[in-house]
């Protein structure tokens, strides 16, 4: 069958469009290392899918102990769940070459270009995610608008009608410096780890348990990277803005108090603003059923009469899946005033 042969979920180990589907599965490899060791942080484990709507859920709070009075029925108190649906799509990409782009390969361009492209493969769900960080549009990744299962997007005010998680602002504050010096970027996340510590459930109580404050994924653009370098890499750092009279190195309290602080930059963001994640919360703002995991297909002179006729050879890769938002209680994103 024309195109369609020597489908497989790996590298494949012999011929030409073999040899050229190797070096997109190594660089591919290399590359997932990359932005997605941060993307793992964030995501909730896959979900096996073999639907195209993919019904998913969660129950909210359950409710908590209280006292039993003499001579009456244990309490009791009923409990509600979330459904929303991940819709599950195709993502691929085939790169066409002539066989005589191998015979006659003197500079390896084209060897280059299927790096390239495994690089590119292997920064999808960090694009996705970015995506549903900022609310923007893309029709080559989601069409439309992704929302969380509380009806509002990643980051909101509200939800519902009323404060998300309890507090006001959600987990979307705005009207502070907060990215303009390293003490700015310092105060800000006290600020915002404080915040998260105030989120309530749904029965009025902690949302968070203090132990999963303790860790922290700061995203941020790369366009402030000095600033955010600044603020998590010295262990004396300013006490205000760097032209302010009186300025002063001093300790820097959010190193000291031992949180683990992982800092992604990326010039992927571009507003002023930086997104915090709680990556040991149980419940994470992003994740993806899987369908089908990314596969290759190839047609060369070994396998396609019509790669034989016209010497015009391809690699292919595909996959299925669908991405979504999840509960978004353990991410907070701060736009700078």
């Known amino acids: ?47 096996p899918s073999k639907v195209k709507n993919q019904p998913e859920g969660y129950f909210e709070t359950v409710p908590y102990p209280v006292i039993w009075l003499d001579g009456d029925d244990i309490p009791e108190k009923p409990f509600s769940s979330v459904q929303f649906v991940i819709y599950n799509r195709s993502w691929g990409r085939r790169l066409p070459y002539n066989e005589d782009d ?17 690089t590119h493969w292997g920064t999808l769900y960090a694009r996705i995610l970015i995506q549903f960080m900022t609310a923007a549009t893309d029709p080559e990744l989601v069409p439309g608008t992704t929302l969380a ?12 009608g ?22 700015e970027v310092l105060d800000a996340i006290a600020n915002e780890v404080n915040r998260a ?28 990277g000095n600033v955010f370098m600044q603020a998590f890499n010295q262990s004396l750092t300013q006490s205000g803005p760097a032209a302010a009279a009186g300025n002063v190195a001093v300790t820097n309290y959010i190193m000291n108090s031992g949180m683990k602080i992982s800092l992604w930059l990326t010039p992927r963001i571009t507003a002023k603003a930086f997104y915090i994640f709680f990556p040991r919360v149980n419940k994470q703002p992003f994740g993806k059923a899987v369908v089908t995991p990314i596969r290759e297909a190839y047609a060369d002179m070994t396998n396609d009469p019509q790669a034989r006729t016209s010497k015009r050879f ?22 700078d005033a």
């Open 149 to 160: 299962p509380d009806g509002a997007a990643m980051y909101a005010t509200t939800a519902g």
């Open 197 to 224: 510590g105030r989120f309530l459930d749904t029965e009025g109580q902690p949302l968070l348990d203090p132990g999963a404050l303790s860790e922290i994924l700061i995203v941020a653009p790369r366009a402030y």
């Open 1 to 47: 069958m024309p195109g369609g042969l020597n489908v497989n979920a790996g590298p494949l180990i012999s011929g030409t469009g073999a040899t050229i589907g190797r070096e997109f599965w190594d660089t591919y490899s290399q590359s997932y290392e990359g932005e997605n060791k941060f993307v793992d942080m964030v995501s909730n484990p896959d979900i």
């Open 314 to 335: 391809y690699n292919q890769w595909d996959s299925r899946f669908g991405p979504y938002i999840g509960p978004c209680f353990s991410t907070i994103k701060v736009t």
């Open 102 to 118: 191998l015979v006659y390969e003197q500079t390896q361009s084209l060897i280059a270009k299927v790096r390239e492209f495994g």
């Open 162 to 183: 009323v404060a998300r998680f309890g507090v006001t602002d959600g987990n979307l504050p705005t009207g502070y410096a907060a990215m303009d010096s390293s003490a």
